[in-house]
């Protein structure tokens, strides 16, 4: 088995060559919050233990496997995705079938409860509801929430959750066709109902008062999904 100082030694050149940069025992040494003294025995002194927390510390700093490091059977190399570099993680949450439907449908969604017939198309999400048969896509149309929400955009939306203050949502006023707007509460009525305004993020569109208006909220937008294809 080699010795610590035989594989620190292996790992310095990892180092430099993966780096390319110096070693440089200083730069341990605040890595670690050791002394630099401390470093020269791990690196080139007597035998020195090199455990716990030490020891994950130098072998993240030399970029090596903590394992292998501790003198276990383990590749050098480490398998720690470098987190400078590294800004994404891999979406391992399982993908469920919903319908892609259009406003109108949306609109008739609470007083028919849509059996899934002949819908737009179909779609996949990560998003999984208490009721999986409440979800469903749409296809933004309009400009009325541009800039954050343009032609072409796709929403999840959950028919089962329940709206708050300054979310999206597909509510419905009076006719068969639904309308995409941002929530805001503004109050209670008489019967401590809480009133609200749909608010288009585009300030050339008017403002929806459930007040003055006759507004079911259909569903909540629980995704967003753009396209930057051409």
């Not at 292996?10 to 341990?28: P, S, W």
């Not at 050791?34 to 020891?55: F, I, M, Y």
């Not at 198309?121 to 954050?148: A, I, K, N, Q």
């Not at 707007?181 to 401590?192: F, Q, T, V």
């Amino acid at each position: 088995m080699s010795t610590l100082q035989e594989r620190m030694a292996l790992a310095i050149k990892h180092y430099e060559t993966t780096t390319g940069q110096r070693f440089k025992n200083a730069e341990l040494a605040r890595h670690t919050n050791v002394s630099r003294a401390n470093v020269g025995l791990w690196v080139k002194g007597p035998t020195q233990e090199l455990e716990g927390s030490n020891l994950l510390k130098v072998a993240e700093f030399l970029k090596v496997n903590s394992k292998w490091l501790a003198g276990e059977r383990a590749p050098m190399a480490s398998d720690t995705p470098d987190k400078e570099f590294t800004n994404v993680v891999v979406n391992e949450n399982p993908l469920y079938k919903i319908p892609v439907l259009d406003f109108v449908q949306a609109g008739i969604f609470h007083e028919s409860g849509y059996d899934g017939v002949n819908p737009k198309g179909e779609t996949y999400t990560t998003y999984r509801s208490c009721r999986p048969d409440s979800v469903f896509s749409l296809e933004v149309s309009g400009l009325s929430m541009s800039p954050d929400f343009m032609p072409g955009d796709k929403l999840v939306i959950d028919s089962a959750k329940e709206p708050y203050p300054g979310c999206y949502v597909i509510a419905q006023n009076g006719s068969h066709e639904a309308t995409f707007k941002k929530y805001r509460a503004i109050g209670y009525d008489e019967h401590g109902r809480e009133t609200f305004e749909l608010v288009p993020l585009n300030p050339d569109f008017p403002i929806m008062n459930s007040i003055q208006h006759d507004i079911r909220i259909i569903g909540v937008v629980v995704e967003h999904l753009r396209s930057f294809g051409k």
